[in-house]
């Protein structure tokens, strides 16, 4: 609401939106100089209402930017640990995958030496658990050997009979192979 304030020679106006006092000529009839100088006062209060306005839209633009850094501080730890929450959720998921398939691939190995398996296979084959009073002998091969030590002579090298033994082997892993192609 605006008030108004009538003189002689000027009219007062209080407009309470800009915080201003404009001054309008009085309808009674003024001199040249009063004219003149009503109207620098009105001009210099424009330039005031306009400065003060242009002060207050800077001041609010730069609480606007600086209340939104301070709001992307407080986000931006936030955002981070939501992240990190994420990669952690997404790595125990992969580590109960990965337990998972162990414990499978542990009962798969144990599948495979289970005795009871073992032991259902060599009856479907024919064969029959011994009695309790029967001694199990097992033939073996006459040429049948087991090697525990291949022993190298540290002062001359290797061994002659080392030497023939690595030769031996490999001529037969190769024969072998050949044959096995074939």
Same mark, same amino acid.
């Given at each position: 609401?605006?008030?108004?304030?009538?003189?002689?020679?000027? @009219?007062?106006?209080? /407009?309470?939106?800009?915080?201003q006092?404009?001054?309008?000529?009085?309808?009674?009839?003024? @001199?040249?100089?009063?004219?003149?100088?009503?109207?620098?006062?009105?001009?210099?209060?424009?330039?005031?209402?306009? *400065?003060?306005?242009?002060?207050?839209?800077?001041?609010?633009?730069?609480?606007?930017?600086?209340?939104?850094?301070?709001?992307?501080?407080?986000?931006?730890?936030?955002?981070?640990?939501?992240?990190?929450?994420?990669?952690?959720?997404d790595l125990?998921?992969?580590?109960?995958?990965?337990? *998972?398939?162990i414990?499978?691939?542990?009962?798969?190995?144990?599948?495979?030496?289970?005795?009871?398996?073992?032991?259902?296979?060599?009856?479907?084959?024919?064969?029959?658990?011994?009695?309790?009073?029967?001694?199990?002998?097992?033939?073996?091969?006459?040429?049948?050997?087991?090697?525990?030590?291949?022993?190298?002579?540290?002062?001359?090298?290797?061994?002659?009979?080392?030497?023939?033994?690595? /030769?031996?082997?490999?001529?037969?892993?190769?024969l072998?192979?050949?044959?096995?192609?074939?």
């Amino acid at each position: 609401m605006s008030s108004v304030k009538t003189s002689e020679f000027y @009219t007062e106006v209080y /407009v309470p939106l800009t915080r201003q006092v404009y001054e309008y000529p009085a309808l009674s009839e003024q @001199t040249a100089e009063d004219k003149k100088e009503a109207l620098k006062k009105e001009k210099k209060r424009v330039r005031q209402a306009t *400065r003060s306005r242009v002060f207050e839209t800077v001041i609010a633009v730069g609480l606007i930017i600086f209340v939104g850094a301070f709001f992307m501080l407080l986000i931006n730890p936030q955002v981070g640990l939501a992240e990190l929450a994420k990669d952690n959720s997404d790595l125990k998921d992969q580590i109960a995958v990965l337990k *998972r398939n162990i414990l499978d691939s542990e009962e798969d190995l144990n599948g495979i030496t289970d005795m009871d398996s073992i032991r259902a296979q060599a009856l479907a084959l024919g064969m029959q658990d011994p009695n309790a009073n029967q001694v199990v002998s097992i033939p073996m091969p006459e040429d049948d050997k087991l090697v525990t030590m291949v022993s190298y002579d540290e002062e001359f090298g290797i061994s002659e009979e080392a030497y023939d033994s690595a /030769v031996e082997a490999l001529t037969n892993y190769y024969l072998e192979e050949v044959s096995s192609d074939e």
